[in-house]
């Protein structure tokens, strides 16, 4: 038992430097000498086995320490614990796997019952096929970060280079906005040359009867003084000729002071400006990685078909809401955070990444639909009985608070907005609209009476639109011409409202007669899948957004809750 003890205690024992064989045989003995051609410590009783076998070799006692492997006190790096620099490695716990210095024993692994020695768990640890194969590994391994730093270094030129290029594409982009500004300059300063030049000839034309009027009058007046001399006759013609002449200057006078004098004013076009501040930058810049083969991540598949690995429900309902919460729109913002209109309750609500409710902004009227503009801005279009109230409101979301900054009008209704490239595409119900810096078109034209055009989304590229017809139960793909691309109609799409395509291309509708949510090609040509169904809860639907972040459909529907659907 004291054996075993004095055991213990030995094995604890902190030694600058423990003798090899010692620890070969599980004791914990202090080192007096150092060969330096063995590399190895003995204590004074191993030294003496050691000299009798060795006896060139220069073996160094403690006076010499400083020339042995490591300095006193000082822990060789392979050997020194990572959480308590300068303990030495000298434990091993079993029931965490992991190597220890005595601080690590008594302060994280107190209560673990397989401790070992290091020397313990070390026998023939040399002669372990896989202790061998370490240096090759190690060289492999080196190899290959030597390699990766060349392609690495390699890898700079082409950037340079890329940099260069989208830089001088940036400069073309530019060039050709600034020609777009100069032709509408031109434009408005031949507009205002034209109302000058007609203003002036208004002028000079009344400069000119006011000239010639007072000719005359001064003429008519020496002739009436010269004719009153002379006979009654002559003086009667005179009296009648001026009162003539003094009628048709009355005529002139009152004529020219119609208009007291011309003053033009400038009222500016505040759409370019509020279209170029809402753009933040020329265009996306992403990084494209060459990778080495493996499984394809869904998201960016465009050919993925998904399917459905849950069904969760969210409640936005909040505590003075007086009515049932109509989710007309939905979008996520890049920190994570959900902007949805809420047209029952006229309201737009913030909610966080687990869709609970944040704040919200009272709107003047009925929010429809919602998208994202930039940063963490968004629009919403607004519906109202009152004209000055309709329109399309910029809100932002700061510090989980909704702040109005803007608006804007337009000469029809506004119930669904996409923004893409610096461009807004609005909906009337009957057409769809395009506004750019330079004005705005109509892009496609539906049937006057009703809605045949609700919502609309943009494919990231920007070349092809998806328009939901809901009274034709059609989906309507076109491409950024207006041109008609597709046509699609389906047993699971009646009543279609809200639709999204993701950025890898892939499309999803939502219905709200069927209760169903599609997954169709991008071609818009054909369903490549019903996600959910009626009986999946799915009723009322008004509109979808794909979060990539959670890999999930959030729905938005004629109830309080918020519907979100985990796709694989």
Known sequence: MASNFQSSIQRDFIHDFSCSPCGENGFNTEAHHYCSQCTEYYCQNCVSK???????HAVLGRKDVNKWEAAPGVVDALESCGMHHGEALQLVCG??????????????????SKI???????????????????????????KQFELMKEARMKNTTPLKKTRAAISDELKTIRKMINEILDKIEKTTLQDLDGMIAKLEKNINKDIET???????????????????????SKSY??????????????????????????????????????????IKTFG?????TGMTKQRKDPLSDPNHVFSVAEYKKYNVKMSDDKCQCVIQGVCEIPCGEFVITDTGNCKVKLLDKEYRVLDHWDVPGNPWDVCHIGGNEVAVCVCSKYADKEGLYFINSTKGKLVSTRKFTFSHR???????????????GTTLNVYTITGQKVLHQGKVNGTTVEKCAISNDGKTIYITNYDEHKLITLDNNGNKLALLTDPDMEKPTGVHVTPAGHVFVCS???????????????KLATLAREENGMNGLSDLFFSSRTSSLIIGRQKDTLLAIKLI
């Open 50 to 56: 050691h000299n009798g076998l060795y006896q060139k």
């Open 95 to 112: 029931d965490h796997d992991q190597l220890c210095c005595h601080v690590c024993i008594a302060v994280d692994h107190r209560q673990c």
């Open 116 to 142: 070992h020695p290091i020397p313990d768990v070390a026998k023939g640890i040399k002669r372990n096929i896989e202790f061998q194969r370490i240096p090759n590994k190690i060289a492999k391994l080196e």
């Open 210 to 232: 006011c000239n010639g009027m007072t000719v005359e009058l001064q003429n008519m007046i020496t002739a009436f003084q010269t004719k009153t001399k002379s006979s009654e």
């Open 237 to 278: 013609i005179a009296y009648r000729k001026s009162q003539n002449m003094i009628s048709q200057a009355n005529d002139h006078l009152r004529d020219i002071s119609v208009i007291e004098c011309y003053n033009v004013t400038f009222q500016a076009n505040n759409l370019i400006e509020e279209l170029l501040s809402s």
């Open 284 to 288: 996306a810049i992403e990084v494209q």
């Open 414 to 428: 506004c119930i669904g907005a996409a923004h893409h490239g610096g461009q807004l595409y609005i909906s009337s």
């Open 512 to 526: 709200y007669n069927s209760g169903t949510v599609l997954q169709v090609d991008k071609d818009g040509k054909k």
